[in-house]
């Protein structure tokens, strides 16, 4: 506010409290400035404004925020079960206890209140509390703190911290062991032996080898040693499969399969099997990928008899077999509900037959949604295409008795070759290479 004295002729001169006064009157009680009032009056300030009283401003608000205790980002991993858990999903940052803390909300604060020179206060801005997302396997402790909910492993996706759920078996597993299915990842600290069945939703790790049993995962399978399967062993993985050796057993991956030594074994991928590392031999059984298929050698000096085929989907075949036969099983049901429909209209007495009818409805209408679903899957799988102009075989020692197939082409390998890629030109394979053990590109290009 603003003051200043206007003398009136004859007037005596003004004192503090005709100042005063003159505040009062304008209700004027916060902020005044004692020294501006003492000069008016020690100067005799007439028709001149000074700055008697001012309001104040309210403070700022300060947001809540949460503060993460863990990066959102992995680091590179220190310890062997970091290791495997990277492989398992890269974005695995730590390995959580039940009750490991994970985030924590700070409280939002509320700037102080400012004041006019009336008096009346002034509410700071409002400040917004943070929101503690809620992820996969956590939960509130108390009110401000969130925590792992089970023992797991943690991640961040889609803007949430989630801990995939683990279970540790710290020993082998012997043949009289419980079957294993679980919603997380398993982890098996030694061996699995005969007849044993692991089902896990994520990833399943072995550190030890695999007698003839049998493995489903939903994401990945590692096993440290490999699999001597006695060709009753059966691996699935909804990702990748990693193993040293693969011996005379059958192994299914939605991505990929890589290990060092595969032995008269049927192994199946939606995407490339690379046997490159260590020996990188594949002898007998059969390789069948989506896209690529490569190996240090493939054959034997024996002309083991060797199946390589390109430009399929085997997962996914298999996948469009088991969603055509639960097609038919809801097909079949559909019919005996429709059959209990007609059935019940025979009921004569009217409310039993409305409650029967309205039962085998209700019954009906599920079964349409669920096969209106799985249609959608099959027909989301059929409609996948490879592009068999970029199948390719990479071999760094292909030995006779090889069969390749990609698409409509076939070709078995009459005699060795070095550092070749087949690929299909046309409806015909043709062998692409550096050098050749006997013959030079030009005439293994007309051989082939």
């Not at 509320?110 to 020179?117: C, D, F, I, Y």
């Not at 990929?256 to 490159?276: G, K, N, Q």
């Not at 799988?381 to 698409?407: A, F, H």
Request: charged residues 25%; contains cysteine; negative net charge.
């Amino acid at each position: 506010m603003d003051h200043g004295l206007s003398a009136v002729a004859g007037g005596a001169p003004a004192e503090i409290q005709d100042v005063r006064d003159a505040m009062d009157a304008y209700l004027v009680s916060s902020g005044i400035d004692e020294t501006a009032v003492a000069r008016i009056v020690e100067q005799q300030i007439y028709f001149r404004l000074v700055l008697v009283a001012c309001g104040t401003l309210p403070g700022k608000s300060t947001d809540g925020s949460v503060e993460e205790l863990f990066p959102r980002q992995p680091d590179t991993p220190v310890d062997e079960d970091m290791l495997a858990a990277s492989m398992l999903n890269p974005s695995y940052i730590a390995k959580l206890e039940k009750g490991t803390p994970i985030c924590r909300r700070i409280p939002a604060r509320r700037g102080r209140p400012g004041r006019t020179v009336l008096g009346a206060e002034v509410e700071a801005p409002p400040a917004q509390e943070a929101l503690l997302s809620a992820g996969k396997n956590t939960a509130f402790s108390g009110s401000d703190v969130r925590e792992s909910s089970t023992e797991g492993y943690l991640y961040f996706e889609s803007g949430h911290f989630h801990v995939q759920q683990a279970l540790t078996v710290p020993d082998r597993l012997d043949e009289d062991s419980d079957t294993i299915d679980f919603d997380g990842d398993v982890w098996i600290g030694g061996d699995v032996f005969c007849l044993n069945v692991i089902r896990a939703t994520g990833s399943v790790v072995v550190k030890g080898s695999v007698e003839n049993s049998f493995i489903q995962a939903g994401k990945n399978v590692i096993i440290f040693s490999g699999v001597v399967g006695e060709d009753e062993a059966t691996i699935r993985a909804g990702a990748c499969v990693f193993a040293k050796y693969l011996e005379h057993c059958i192994v299914y991956a939605g991505r990929s399969i890589v290990c060092e030594c595969s032995i008269c074994s049927h192994l199946y991928s939606d995407d490339h099997i690379s046997i490159l590392k260590g020996r990188g031999v594949t002898v007998g059984g059969s390789l069948t990928a989506a896209r690529l298929i490569e190996a240090s050698i493939i054959g034997s000096q024996s002309e083991r008899s060797t199946q390589i085929v390109l430009g399929e989907h085997p997962c996914s075949r298999d996948d469009c077999r088991e969603l055509e036969q639960r097609l038919q099983d809801i097909a079949a049901e559909a019919a005996e509900a429709e059959k209990a429909i007609t059935a019940n209209e025979r009921i004569e007495d009217e409310s039993s037959k409305l409650i029967a009818q309205a039962k085998e409805r209700l019954r009906l209408t599920k079964l349409r949604l669920k096969e209106q679903q799985l249609q959608k899957q099959l027909d989301a799988i059929q409609s996948e295409s490879v592009d068999l102009s970029g199948c390719e075989l990479r071999g760094g020692t292909i030995y006779p008795k090889t069969s390749i197939t990609i698409g409509p082409g076939s070709f078995c390998v009459p005699e060795i070759f070095s550092s070749c890629t087949f690929k299909l030109v046309g409806t015909n394979i043709r062998a692409f290479a550096n050098h050749m053990a006997r013959r030079s590109a030009a005439e293994r290009d007309d051989a082939v």
